[in-house]
């Protein structure tokens, strides 16, 4: 029997910063757009994890765009908690300073997405943070002009440990 | 000069269909999980949309999983307004009934999430939509077991009239 939210899958997998000091990093799938003007974003993390709580303190995160050669380090962070395990030691995963809030960006990633939690929305067993969008470091090696390059392999998770990637292909739509 | 949520993309590609009576469709990106028990899920919606209205007045709504093959219709029914245009006339999507809403299903689509609203977050520009789901219905075509199957082609957006899809690529992490 499929969990009913497995019907929204495959979705893309992000990472995600929390804490200044100590910072922390979990992977994320449940993240979204959610106004462009102010430009605002949600994540959804579960009550349980570390990084709500560091969130809830520091009121501040960064979204990062793994690369697929990540995958690994990208599993590491969504399967440890950082409450036992410091992250960034066990990890190739490194932190740069971010521009606009206190909490680090990654290296390596193809965006690092600074943001300021607006508020939080209890929704069942996870909270909605609700993020200001900062500032927003994009690579040109992802990212091009106005979109994101369609021959970049953006990752996505199915589910357990299944990932895949975009495909490159281009659809035009309205012909 | 990139729209700062854009860093996010691309992203899945859903449908959304409201009203009863007269039912509407429309494309939407902004669709996140947000809670395994009770199963929930949030649709950001611009508030200028024909479809926040109709949902604000029956709450309940119905989220579509879309064929590659069905891409001008999502099209359409992303830039077409229901105000003006009967999407059901202009499209080949059909409607079906739903098992435990109001709110029609989508013939031909690989899921339909039946959902009923339990609340509206106003988010900028934006209102989110948290639904229960009460019912899937999920075509062996693209869910096998408990996972999306790696080997069909999900569709994705990747801003304005260009789409891509999943790769079919297995990423398998953790070994």
Same mark, same amino acid.
């Given at each position: 029997?499929?969990?009913?939210?497995?019907?929204?899958?495959?979705?893309?997998?992000?990472?995600?910063?929390?804490?200044?000091?100590?910072?922390?990093?979990?992977?994320?799938?449940?993240?979204?757009?959610?106004? @462009? %003007?102010?430009?605002? =974003?949600?994540?959804?993390? !579960?009550? $349980?994890?570390?990084?709500? /709580?560091?969130?809830?303190? #520091?009121?501040?995160?960064?979204?990062?765009?793994?690369?697929?050669?990540?995958?690994?380090?990208?599993?590491?962070?969504?399967?440890?908690?950082?409450?036992?395990?410091?992250? @960034? %030691?066990?990890?190739? =995963?490194?932190?740069?300073? !971010?521009? $606009?809030?206190?909490?680090? /960006?990654?290296?390596?990633? #193809?965006?690092?997405?600074?943001?300021?939690?607006?508020?939080?929305?209890?929704?069942?067993?996870?909270?909605?943070?609700?993020?200001?969008?900062?500032?927003?470091?994009?690579?040109? %090696?992802?990212?091009?002009?106005?979109?994101?390059?369609?021959?970049?392999?953006?990752?996505?998770?199915?589910?357990?440990? #299944?990932?895949?990637?975009?495909?490159?292909?281009?659809?035009?739509?309205?012909?």
């Amino acid at each position: 029997m499929m969990d009913l939210i497995r019907a929204l899958y495959p979705l893309r997998t992000y990472l995600v910063i929390s804490g200044v000091e100590k910072p922390n990093v979990m992977t994320a799938d449940w993240v979204v757009p959610l106004s @462009f %003007e102010p430009p605002l =974003l949600g994540v959804s993390i !579960s009550k $349980k994890r570390h990084t709500y /709580s560091v969130i809830k303190r #520091v009121w501040e995160f960064v979204i990062s765009v793994p690369k697929v050669e990540m995958l690994e380090d990208v599993w590491t962070a969504g399967t440890k908690s950082g409450r036992n395990v410091n992250k @960034f %030691e066990v990890t190739s =995963l490194r932190t740069k300073p !971010s521009m $606009k809030v206190s909490v680090p /960006s990654l290296e390596g990633c #193809v965006a690092n997405i600074e943001c300021v939690v607006e508020r939080e929305v209890e929704t069942g067993d996870h909270v909605l943070f609700v993020g200001r969008i900062l500032h927003v470091d994009a690579s040109s %090696e992802a990212f091009s002009g106005e979109l994101p390059r369609n021959d970049f392999p953006f990752l996505l998770h199915l589910g357990k440990d #299944v990932f895949t990637t975009t495909s490159g292909e281009i659809l035009r739509a309205g012909g």
